[in-house]
Every structure is written in C-alpha cells, then in structure tokens.
C-alpha cells in the first residue's frame, strides 16, 4: 500500500498516537487525511480535513462513512482505558471498554470496508492483546479480542484486496498512560513503525521491545510473564 497520494482516515486524531498518524500521513505524501475526533473542535492540525466521529455511536460512523467516501486508508486508532479489574471492576465500565475498543472498531471497519477494497487498514492493538496486569483487565481483554478481530477482517476482505496491519506496542508516552510509571516510547517511532510496515504490506508490527518479547513468549510458559512483567524487557 503506497500512502502517497492515498486518502488517509484517522480515528482518535485530537492527541497522542493518532495526532501523530496524521501528521505523517501528510508527510508521507497522503493526498488527503481526515483527522477524525468524538470532539472535533480539540484537532489542531495543519492541512487535515477535520470530522466529527464517536466509533461508539452507529449515526456517527455512517455519517463519517458518507462524508469521506473517498478513503482508502483506514487507521483504527480511537480507544480508551479505564485501568479497570475484571472480577470487581464497575461492569459498566467494562462494557465501555470493551465498547469502544471491539465493537467501536468494528463498526468502523464494516461502515468502510465497501470503499476499501485495493485499500488498507491499519488498527492500533496492544501488548495487552498477550498479557494482563493487575488493574487493566478490561483493557487487555478488550484489546485481545480486537488482535482476533484484525486476523479475521485480514481473511474476510483478502477477496476485495484489502491490506490488514496490526500495529502491536506496549506502552507509548500519551495522554492515555501518564499514570504509569513503565518504559514509554516516543509516539512518532511508534507510528513511523507502523506506516512503515503499511507501506511494506506487512500483516503485523511489533514497534517497541515490549511486543516483540511478549509475542516471542507465547509458546513459552506464561508464567514467566506473571512472576515478573517489567524483567522480559531485560532479556
């Protein structure tokens, strides 16, 4: 997939890694990139085409859908966490997760995937997708069902020609994880990485040290994982 001269769509765009997408999209040579937010007014940026989109909301991803029917990129990138437990956790919240992560994504996808085809699709997935710390459940679960997802849309759309990359990390230095206190990459390496293996028709990126030691061990017993996360990286 060639980005320049492609019309990119971002959902997320107002901060962190989807501000980032956009811009480099646009720097890539993208001949247009609609910088989409749940509150549009918070996007700032230069030479986007700026739209209001709520993945949670079905009226809003068919509007979105109509109103940039041009799109042949489409970066997955909107989501929260609410660093909730499973087993106590508010289930509301859960539901929100679990909401705007699987379902919000999806909706996205099938809105777009007519006016994908010889496209691509790019969605932002986790290290979580692997592995579970105390305190964000809701989130990995989240996150591993969207992984499942992205394998099968890749399958389900190989017929129209879609390209599907799955963009893995673990934890990059935005708004979403400033309570943490874990290695954070530089959101712009994250998402050189992942355009990079766009245009390179990769089905996978493993953009940070975290994804790559966590997907390495899934043959290996999980337990190393659990006795202590934060010493994989030291391996």
């Avoid at 932002?124 to 591993?144: E, P, R």
């Avoid at 990485?193 to 017993?221: F, H, I, M, N, P």
Wanted: glycine share 12%; no cysteine.
């Amino acid at each position: 997939m060639h980005i320049s001269g492609a019309i990119a769509l971002v959902t997320g765009a107002n901060r962190g890694l989807g501000r980032q997408f956009a811009i480099q999209l646009l720097e890539r040579g993208a001949a247009k990139v609609y910088a989409t937010a749940r509150r549009p007014e918070l996007v700032n940026i230069p030479g986007v085409e700026v739209l209001p989109l709520d993945i949670t909301d079905a009226a809003s991803v068919a509007a979105a859908s109509v109103a940039a029917g041009d799109v042949n990129i489409l970066v997955n990138n909107a989501g929260v966490a609410f660093g909730t437990d499973l087993v106590a956790g508010d289930l509301d919240v859960l539901h929100r997760e679990m909401d705007a992560n699987f379902w919000g994504t999806l909706s996205v996808i099938r809105a777009f995937a007519p006016q994908l085809a010889g496209g691509a699709i790019l969605n932002v997935l986790s290290v979580l997708s692997w592995i579970g710390f105390q305190g964000s459940g809701g989130y990995a679960a989240s996150k591993s069902a969207e992984w499942s997802l992205t394998n099968s849309v890749r399958l389900e759309l190989a017929g129209q020609g879609t390209q599907v990359t799955g963009l893995h990390l673990g934890a990059a230095d935005t708004d979403m994880t400033a309570g943490y206190d874990v290695p954070k990459a530089d959101p712009a390496v994250i998402v050189k990485a992942g355009l990079d293996g766009l245009e390179a028709g990769d089905w996978e990126v493993l953009a940070d040290e975290w994804s790559r030691v966590a997907k390495a061990g899934l043959t290996a017993d999980p337990r190393a994982y659990y006795n202590d996360p934060y010493s994989l990286l030291q391996q």
